[in-house]
């Protein structure tokens, strides 16, 4: 009888070592195809890790909605960003599940769109010694076509030496060197293992030296405008304002002139009145107005010499 429960025991210790992973070679063996799959390695980039994201295109055979399902290191906690992609280009997060699992920790998700992006900082650097090494594994959850990697060396990073070898090393616009290779086709199982060692004396991150720059000219931008096109067109607005009230001051400024000549014509004295006689009162001596009979002061009618 205690035979009988100690079998059991050990068959139910059996199950639960073998069950996590029967259930994570499903989830491999039910995975769509990768049709293409871009690693970037960036250390020590805007974190004192690694930061590894993978831009992952699935066959354009794939049935949408796809559930995906792959693991990354668990030291690295829940990844970073999880998001796809649609026509518009825009990135739109994606929620999904996490489950650890030993060394790993699976991420699942069911996508809407066969691109992908997935995001994780993995912290195995050790920046207190000058001489630095970094593991990266692609664990070989899904079949992928096309696998290709990209590593960015650290700023003020030298000694840099990737196994297996990358190519020769080109500079990026942003002014770090990037090590790029296509490695081909990775079955589904099969594991890809990468090193990466490089000397650097400091602890600088790579973003803190970057320049801030727009990510494209201001006039390529939808929506701005370049205040530098616009500035003719100001100036050629504010000349035609400038002559048209330089025109409309010259009209009121003549037309008033006119009007005061008008006015100064109509009230001057006419000749015939500047050669009539001066009369003046001989009761009051009071000067008379030109026209006038009585005086304006006694009232005594005036008396006029005709010529």
Not at 271 to 282: F, G, P, Q
């Amino acid at each position: 009888m205690k035979i009988n429960h100690l079998a059991r025991l050990v068959f139910i210790l059996i199950l639960l070592a073998i069950v996590p992973g029967l259930v994570g070679f499903a989830q491999v063996e039910n995975q769509p195809v990768i049709d293409s799959l871009l690693v970037n390695i960036w250390p020590e980039y805007d974190q004192p890790e690694v930061l590894v994201i993978y831009r992952i295109v699935l066959d354009t055979n794939t049935v949408i909605p796809a559930q995906v399902a792959l693991r990354i290191p668990r030291s690295a906690g829940r990844p970073y960003n999880v998001a796809y992609y649609l026509e518009d280009e825009m990135p739109y997060l994606l929620d999904y599940q996490y489950r650890p699992e030993g060394d790993w920790a699976w991420i699942t998700l069911t996508t809407p769109s066969n691109l992908l992006q997935v995001e994780y900082y993995d912290p195995v650097i050790n920046q207190d010694q000058p001489k630095r090494e970094i593991t990266y594994i692609w664990p070989g959850d899904m079949e992928v076509r096309s696998l290709s990697f990209s590593v960015q060396a650290p700023i003020h990073s030298s000694r840099v030496a990737i196994q297996p070898p990358l190519g020769n090393s080109l500079l990026g616009e942003d002014g770090l060197t990037y090590y790029e290779r296509q490695v081909g086709s990775i079955k589904a199982g099969s594991e890809y293992r990468m090193t990466i060692q490089y000397e650097k004396p400091d602890q600088e991150l790579s973003f803190q030296s970057q320049p801030v720059e727009p990510a494209a000219p201001l006039e390529n931008i939808p929506g701005q405008f370049d205040i530098r096109s616009f500035l003719p067109w100001a100036f050629g607005i504010l000349g035609l304002i400038a002559l048209v009230l330089g025109v409309g001051w010259w009209v009121w400024w003549r037309n008033a002139r006119a009007e005061q000549k008008e006015i100064y014509r109509r009230h001057k004295p006419s000749r015939k009145s500047e050669n009539k006689e001066i009369i003046y009162c001989h009761e009051c001596g009071k000067r008379a107005e030109v026209g006038d009979h009585f005086c304006r002061v006694c009232g005594a009618l005036l008396r006029r010499v005709d010529k």
